[in-house]
């Protein structure tokens, strides 16, 4: 059974930094794509960051460019949203989601919770 554990969500002032973690158990990260999620209250899902089996990332919101870093650490299986520099507009419920590719939708987690105040 493949599991998803996101964590590091919380309140944050306006400038602060977090960093989430995606604690994955039951599918293996290694060559895997892992991509960011984000939801905030009353909007559509939407991906941030996405990097794929090579490595190669691709930024899919211009709003957190420089300021967001998604990276992965196979070992531990686990990926990680180095989130820098954030704002009220980053508020929002983030997920992470792993192996999808053509045909498949991937896995994901439950969901952390990210509230940044001005």
């Known amino acids: 059974q493949v599991q998803l554990v996101e964590s590091g969500g919380g309140l944050v002032h306006s400038g602060g930094s977090l960093r989430l973690s995606c604690v994955v158990s039951?599918?293996?990260?290694?060559?895997?794509?892992i991509t960011w999620f984000r939801q905030a209250p009353g909007k559509e899902r939407e991906g941030i960051l996405c990097?794929?089996?090579?490595?190669?990332?691709?930024v899919y919101q211009d709003s957190v460019r420089g300021r967001f870093t998604i990276s992965r650490d196979n070992a531990k299986n686990t990926a990680y949203l180095q989130m820098n520099n954030l704002t009220p507009a980053d508020t929002a419920v983030y997920y992470c989601?792993?192996?999808?590719?053509?045909?498949?939708?991937?896995?994901w987690g439950q969901g952390t919770q990210v509230t940044v105040s001005s």
């Open positions: 990097v794929d089996r090579i490595n190669s990332v691709t």
């Open positions: 039951g599918f293996t990260l290694d060559y895997s794509t």
């Open positions: 989601n792993v192996g999808a590719a053509l045909g498949s939708p991937g896995y």
